[in-house]
């Protein structure tokens, strides 16, 4: 493709088709818009084909600021008002596709495939006349007099405008190795101070009791407290363990505030009530009342046998003796491992297997009614290269989502 420096090649180019980008390029294409998206894999769509383990969970029944972390709540609502749960499940089902809501209050297409999904927007993508070129990666964009040139090694185009949807850096092997930062910044951006995997699996070191349970899940409420004991945040979800640590629904959601912490304060902790449904005093209770029975006995009321003999291994004491015989200091070491333990957690698995990045552009950098930027007039920004991460739940595509109409919906007033 050559530039033509009399008129632009397109009124929009779309850097980045993944969820966002589609989204942005459907609805600049449907506003009558030429719309052009470039992207550098080779396969489009790559996260929206692994997302939800193949089935896409496409958004939740009910979104909320609260649900996200990074910039502030009252920014986040602007942009997630605009295109909210109702739109997402009107735009699929005029596309073709049924999303049905599971107990969980997640939303999936009814035929458990994520390749509908995909396939909904490429084929609206094709409706709206969008001309998709991959994989072509952009190197740069810069901004001329009028408009822009878009750059990489396969030749140059020109746009009136351009809407970044480069993602953040989590899954590089989709094609969202973290080079869109270096274009916003090019054009006048900053990223904030800490962008790190979220949504990421946590490690523990190489002997720790709980990787010997691996395959073994459990509900737990995992906690994050300051040096001083203040609580950060909390959730209570299901926990895998894993050969490497630990995973599953609550670990991913607890890990950008553990990282937000620790970069806080390297003292900050993660702590896990193994036994939400006991009270501290009750389980103390009933290992005071118990008798002739043994610490394993009590805690089988509750736990599975193996998680059991985990928490008695990892509270040091001997759990076969009655617990009549338990001295003071060793229920309140088994209770600590019960309801209290401090995680060891050595690190997170880093972006290869995170679900999203925390961290990016901020927000107050760009006009929430339209997406575009507030440093270079033509240029819009969308999806996880902002500064915005949703816990687990179809969060992250609905911001995709939100922010794509916004932008794409918006593209062609903002020249
Ligand atoms: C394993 C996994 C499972 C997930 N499951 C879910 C889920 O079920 N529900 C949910 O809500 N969220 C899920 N997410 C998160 C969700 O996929 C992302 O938040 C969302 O895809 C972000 O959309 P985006 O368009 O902003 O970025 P991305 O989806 O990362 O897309 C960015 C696109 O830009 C392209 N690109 C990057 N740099 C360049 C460049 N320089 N030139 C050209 N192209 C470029 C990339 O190739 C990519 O196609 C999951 C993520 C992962 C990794």
């Given at each position: 493709?050559?530039s033509?420096?009399?008129?632009s090649d397109y009124?929009?180019t779309v850097?980045?088709?993944g969820?966002?980008?589609?989204?942005?390029a459907?609805?600049?294409?449907?506003?009558?818009?030429?719309?052009?998206v470039?992207?550098?894999?080779?396969?489009?769509?790559?996260?929206?084909?692994?997302?939800?383990?193949?089935?896409?969970?496409?958004?939740?029944?009910?979104?909320d600021?609260?649900?996200y972390?990074?910039?502030?709540?009252?920014r986040?609502?602007?942009?997630?008002r605009?295109?909210?749960?109702?739109?997402?499940?009107d735009?699929?089902?005029?596309?073709?596709?049924?999303?049905?809501r599971?107990e969980?209050?997640k939303?999936?297409?009814?035929?458990?495939k994520?390749?509908?999904v995909?396939d909904?927007?490429?084929s609206a993508?094709?409706q709206?006349?969008?001309?998709l070129?991959?994989?072509?990666?952009v190197?740069?964009v810069?901004r001329?007099?009028?408009?822009?040139?878009?750059?990489?090694?396969w030749?140059?185009?020109?746009?009136?405008r351009?809407?970044?949807?480069?993602?953040?850096?989590?899954?590089?092997?989709?094609?969202s190795?973290?080079h869109g930062?270096?274009?916003?910044?090019s054009?006048?951006?900053r990223?904030?101070d800490r962008?790190?995997?979220a949504?990421?699996?946590?490690?523990?070191?190489g002997e720790?009791?709980?990787?010997?349970?691996?395959?073994?899940s459990?509900d737990?409420?995992?906690t994050?407290?300051a040096?001083?004991?203040k609580?950060?945040?909390?959730?209570?979800h299901?926990?895998l363990?894993?050969?490497?640590?630990?995973?599953?629904?609550?670990?991913?959601?607890?890990s950008?505030h553990?990282?937000?912490?620790?970069?806080?304060?390297?003292?900050?902790?993660?702590?896990?009530?193994?036994?939400?449904?006991v009270t501290?005093?009750?389980?103390?209770?009933?290992l005071?009342?118990?008798?002739s029975k043994t610490?394993r006995?009590?805690?089988r009321?509750?736990l599975?046998?193996?998680?059991s003999?985990?928490l008695?291994?990892?509270?040091?004491?001997d759990?076969?003796?009655?617990?009549a015989?338990?001295?003071?200091?060793?229920?309140?070491?088994?209770?600590?491992?019960?309801?209290?333990?401090?995680?060891?957690?050595?690190?997170d698995?880093?972006?290869?297997?995170?679900?999203?990045t925390?961290?990016?552009v901020?927000l107050?950098?760009?006009?929430?009614?339209?997406m575009?930027?507030?440093?270079?007039?033509?240029l819009?920004l969308?999806?996880e290269?902002l500064d915005?991460?949703?816990?687990?739940?179809?969060?992250n595509?609905?911001?995709?989502?939100?922010?794509g109409?916004?932008?794409?919906?918006?593209?062609?007033?903002?020249?």
């Amino acid at each position: 493709m050559t530039s033509n420096s009399n008129s632009s090649d397109y009124d929009v180019t779309v850097v980045g088709g993944g969820a966002a980008g589609l989204f942005a390029a459907i609805f600049a294409g449907r506003a009558g818009q030429r719309v052009l998206v470039l992207d550098g894999a080779k396969k489009l769509g790559a996260k929206i084909l692994v997302a939800g383990g193949g089935r896409c969970n496409v958004t939740h029944h009910a979104v909320d600021p609260a649900d996200y972390a990074g910039d502030k709540p009252n920014r986040i609502r602007k942009v997630l008002r605009r295109f909210d749960v109702t739109n997402t499940i009107d735009f699929f089902r005029e596309q073709g596709v049924e999303l049905k809501r599971e107990e969980t209050g997640k939303l999936f297409p009814v035929t458990d495939k994520a390749r509908s999904v995909l396939d909904a927007l490429l084929s609206a993508c094709n409706q709206a006349g969008v001309t998709l070129a991959h994989p072509q990666r952009v190197e740069a964009v810069e901004r001329r007099e009028e408009g822009f040139l878009i750059s990489g090694d396969w030749g140059s185009v020109s746009a009136d405008r351009v809407i970044l949807a480069t993602g953040g850096r989590a899954l590089p092997k989709s094609g969202s190795d973290g080079h869109g930062y270096a274009i916003a910044e090019s054009l006048g951006h900053r990223i904030s101070d800490r962008v790190f995997p979220a949504l990421v699996p946590l490690i523990l070191p190489g002997e720790h009791p709980l990787r010997e349970l691996s395959g073994v899940s459990f509900d737990g409420t995992l906690t994050v407290r300051a040096p001083g004991g203040k609580i950060l945040h909390h959730t209570t979800h299901s926990i895998l363990c894993t050969h490497f640590g630990l995973s599953g629904p609550g670990i991913l959601d607890i890990s950008r505030h553990w990282r937000d912490g620790i970069e806080d304060d390297a003292g900050t902790t993660l702590d896990v009530d193994f036994m939400p449904q006991v009270t501290q005093k009750d389980l103390d209770q009933a290992l005071q009342r118990a008798g002739s029975k043994t610490p394993r006995t009590i805690l089988r009321q509750w736990l599975s046998d193996r998680m059991s003999d985990t928490l008695i291994a990892l509270s040091g004491i001997d759990g076969q003796s009655p617990c009549a015989q338990l001295a003071k200091n060793d229920r309140k070491n088994l209770l600590l491992a019960c309801k209290h333990y401090v995680l060891p957690v050595q690190g997170d698995r880093g972006y290869t297997y995170a679900e999203v990045t925390m961290g990016g552009v901020p927000l107050e950098e760009v006009d929430l009614k339209t997406m575009a930027s507030r440093k270079t007039p033509g240029l819009s920004l969308v999806g996880e290269i902002l500064d915005v991460d949703g816990r687990i739940g179809g969060f992250n595509f609905q911001w995709a989502w939100a922010t794509g109409f916004i932008a794409g919906s918006s593209a062609v007033f903002t020249s």
